[in-house]
């Protein structure tokens, strides 16, 4: 098992930016290929980013392409999620999960590894 601490969230105006960070500990970081999730009260948790355990392949739901750019630092065993150019519907609480498998990384599923989430909120 990893454990996953995200941090990085917060209030941010529209066209604002934010980095969010997933500190791993236990297994090697390396090991893992990382997601991003986020959701919002009564809704359904929805796919944002994900990246390989090697790095060298990453994948963007169609809502955030181009604006975010998912990246790892293995060294220091942490994930990242860059946000640029926010709007007020990216607000969201924020998950980064490890998976095993590279397969089906836009699918919850394939992760048996959360955090515990952390806030963003776009404002207008």
């Known amino acids: 098992q990893v454990h996953l601490v995200e941090s990085g969230g917060g209030l941010v105006q529209a066209g604002g930016s934010l980095r969010l960070s997933c500190a791993a500990s236990?297994?090697?970081?390396?090991?893992?290929?990382m997601g991003w999730f986020r959701q919002n009260p009564g809704k359904e948790r929805e796919f944002v980013a994900a990246?390989?355990?090697?790095?060298?392949?990453?994948a963007y739901a169609d809502s955030v392409k181009g604006r975010f750019t998912i990246f790892r630092d293995d060294a220091k065993d942490t994930g990242y999620l860059q946000m640029y150019s926010l709007k007020p519907e990216d607000t969201a609480v924020y998950y980064c999960?490890?998976?095993?498998?590279?397969?089906?990384?836009?699918?919850?599923?394939?992760?048996?590894?959360w955090g515990q989430g952390t806030q963003v909120t776009v404002s207008s």
């Open positions: 999960a490890a998976a095993l498998s590279d397969i089906g990384l836009e699918n919850g599923g394939t992760y048996n590894n």
């Open positions: 236990g297994r090697p970081f390396s090991t893992y290929a």
């Open positions: 990246i390989t355990n090697s790095g060298s392949r990453t």
